[in-house]
């Protein structure tokens, strides 16, 4: 039977959210704080640097350096290149299995609640996820398919998820978010014990998902300069649908530009400050309701649907 063994916890990939940076420092000063007794638990720093100069990152973002190749080539030279490195071998200590799961935690300037991020629809993220969603129905879940090594720090692991939580301006906290971040950290690791011990019992038999469909980059003129913000009736809404024709963006000269999809999406991470160097003004997605099977046993942590 299979179990989690070794959980990380892990805040400041991007050293100007604040908020996890905090929670790790508060955790890391506080271990009893995430001592359950069936599994080990690591609170981890990420950029070091950056968060001492309170900046995303340093040269590069560190969040997109754990594919597997940039993690055996042996010629990159970056600070965040070499800290993915070494943050990886932190995740699998000497004698030890590589952690089970890996809880990546981020803040967004976008009106983005308390969403857990998932990278995969293993029956067992979907679970933790519903059980969550149930205990907070401020809980909002994302889906994110990606490969395991796929440059996210949340991909080293089958059972890596991210907190995504905001709107929270970059270098600030909000002691609302921060409060409601830690308990939601408390409850996944009661969750993790529970499942360890056998006990969990599904709460909720459906579980309502975005599931990303792609992005969309503010309009560009040939110098790559923007040429229209977020449109007022869009921004602050995400997670509300888009309908073809709807206003998404407003130029300088106050002309809307319309959404020219075919079909209803579901903007997330809208006007998010860190995506405008990424080429995105927002993610779109799909809005699906799952049905949730009811819990029998332990999963295999090595078989992914």
């Not at 300069?225 to 921004?235: D, G, N, V, Y």
Request: aromatic share 10%; proline share 4%.
């Amino acid at each position: 039977m299979n179990r989690i063994n070794r959980v990380a916890i892990v805040g400041g990939s991007h050293g100007n959210e604040l908020t996890g940076v905090y929670l790790v420092k508060k955790f890391q000063e506080n271990k009893n704080l995430i001592i359950r007794p069936s599994f080990q638990t690591l609170a981890l720093l990420g950029n070091l640097k950056a968060i001492a100069k309170g900046r995303r990152y340093i040269e590069k973002d560190l969040n997109r350096c754990f594919y597997s190749q940039d993690l055996l080539d042996t010629t990159v030279s970056t600070y965040e290149d070499l800290r993915a490195k070494e943050i990886k071998q932190l995740l699998q200590s000497e004698n030890q299995e590589f952690v089970d799961t890996i809880i990546d935690l981020h803040t967004t300037t976008a009106n983005m609640g308390l969403c857990i991020i998932l990278g995969n629809q293993h029956p067992f993220l979907l679970k933790l996820a519903a059980d969550l969603s149930a205990n907070n129905p401020l809980v909002k879940v994302y889906i994110h398919e990606q490969q395991k090594s796929s440059g996210f720090l949340r991909s080293l692991c089958n059972f890596g998820f991210a907190i995504e939580v905001g709107a929270v301006p970059q270098g600030i906290l909000n002691a609302e978010l921060f409060q409601q971040t830690e308990q939601l950290i408390y409850n996944i690791l009661d969750y993790f014990e529970e499942y360890n011990q056998g006990k969990n019992s599904l709460k909720n038999p459906t579980l309502t998902v975005y599931k990303s469909i792609g992005s969309i980059d503010y309009p560009r003129n040939e110098a790559g300069e923007i040429q229209a913000m977020i449109h007022p009736q869009l921004q602050f809404k995400d997670y509300e649908p888009l309908h073809p024709g709807d206003p998404i963006f407003m130029t300088f000269a106050g002309e809307e530009i319309l959404y020219q999809g075919d079909s209803i999406v579901y903007p997330i991470f809208i006007n998010e400050a860190a995506y405008y160097e990424k080429g995105i003004a927002m993610h779109i997605s799909t809005k699906e309701l799952i049905q949730i099977g009811e819990f029998s046993g332990f999963y295999d942590f090595d078989d992914i649907v």
